[in-house]
């Protein structure tokens, strides 16, 4: 059985994968950000009294629930239409 952390047998340096791009932060996903946050703010904002009065004991978890669903689906929307800009 081989040692899988040996070199190669002709003395040669193993091969590094490159380094992955795109994952620093950019102006696009800045701008994502922003937006899923406002998203998360107007979520919260409309939802919270309207649930307050039809279930009072769960008004926090489905204010949080649907701020958050509002949040990700703004970003991801965001994020989509900003990396089709020039």
């Given amino acids: 059985m081989t040692d899988p952390f040996a070199p190669p047998p002709d003395g040669r340096a193993p091969d590094r994968p490159e380094p992955k791009t795109g994952r620093g932060w950019t102006k696009e996903k800045a701008g994502a950000w922003f937006a899923g946050l406002a998203a998360l703010?107007?979520?919260?904002d409309l939802t919270f009294g309207t649930v307050r009065r039809l279930t009072p004991d769960h008004a926090y978890t489905v204010t949080v629930v649907v701020s958050l669903i509002a949040a990700v689906i703004g970003?991801?929307?965001?994020l989509r239409w900003l990396r089709r800009l020039p």
């Fill in 41 to 44: 703010a107007f979520a919260r």
């Fill in 75 to 78: 970003y991801r929307l965001a």
